[in-house]
């Protein structure tokens, strides 16, 4: 049963870096069937989603959202079995409620939810 | 991108109804459609993946059906747990986009 722990500040001020971690359980970031997505969710942007990394054939690969590429990041880090989120240069349009996912198509498995409200 | 629309934005119905959510797509997306419930407070939860396969645990009175661009999902019968917000869901190509969500109130 796959299980994914989110950790992070709950508080970013604005022009900062966003960065929160995902821990999994019961699989690995490494797989070559999974994704490892991150979503966000706020009042005025609804569900939307930032991105994902996924390893192929011995490779990483990872794929933005248009609205974030200039300023995200999504790592795997294989000696701890997890993946990060960064997103530089935030503003209070960033404030909302993130998820991580698992699932290259329906996303069977996410993490708990994390807080992040951009403010000084 | 592929925009996703979903109709009704809102719908109040009793308990023991049956309820029909639908879910329109920009353009083809084949089979790539996922539904998601959504209580307050909580992640949205995997309901139905591949426009129709019912994800494992999630009671059968949950059925979705289409492909293409027109997909709706279907509650048989209402129960008092089944009253929350539901998404729609393409995963055919990045980025990945939800539906604005649908909103199931008890009347």
């Known amino acids: 049963q796959v299980h994914l722990q989110q950790s992070g500040p709950g508080l970013v001020k604005p022009s900062q870096t966003l960065s929160l971690t995902c821990a999994i359980s019961?699989?690995?970031?490494?797989?070559?069937?999974?994704?490892w997505n991150w979503i966000r969710q706020s009042p005025s942007r609804g569900l939307e989603w930032l991105g994902r990394?996924?390893?192929?054939?011995?490779?990483?690969?990872?794929d933005y959202a248009v609205s974030v590429n200039s300023r995200i990041t999504i790592n795997a880090d294989t000696s701890k079995n997890q993946f990060s989120l960064q997103l530089n240069s935030v503003t209070p349009e960033d404030t909302a409620v993130y998820y991580c996912t698992s699932g290259p198509g329906g996303m069977d498995v996410w993490g708990q939810g994390t807080t992040v409200t951009v403010s000084s | 991108d592929i925009q996703m629309t979903q109709s009704p934005s809102s719908l109040s119905a009793s308990v023991g109804d049956r309820v029909t959510i639908t879910c329109r797509a920009s353009?083809?997306?084949?089979?790539?459609l996922n539904w998601y419930q959504q209580k307050p407070g909580k992640a949205p939860k995997l309901l139905i993946y591949?426009?129709?396969s019912l994800q494992s645990g999630v009671p059968s009175s949950f059925s979705g059906s289409g492909s293409g661009t027109d997909f709706t999902l279907t509650i048989s019968s209402l129960q008092p747990e089944d009253f929350a917000t539901y998404y729609c869901q393409q995963t055919y190509s990045t980025p990945i986009t939800f539906g604005q969500g649908t909103r199931l109130e008890i009347k």
């Open positions: 990394t996924y390893y192929r054939s011995s490779k990483w690969y990872n």
């Open positions: 591949a426009a129709s």
């Open positions: 353009q083809t997306i084949s089979s790539y």
């Open positions: 019961g699989d690995s970031v490494s797989s070559n069937s999974g994704a």
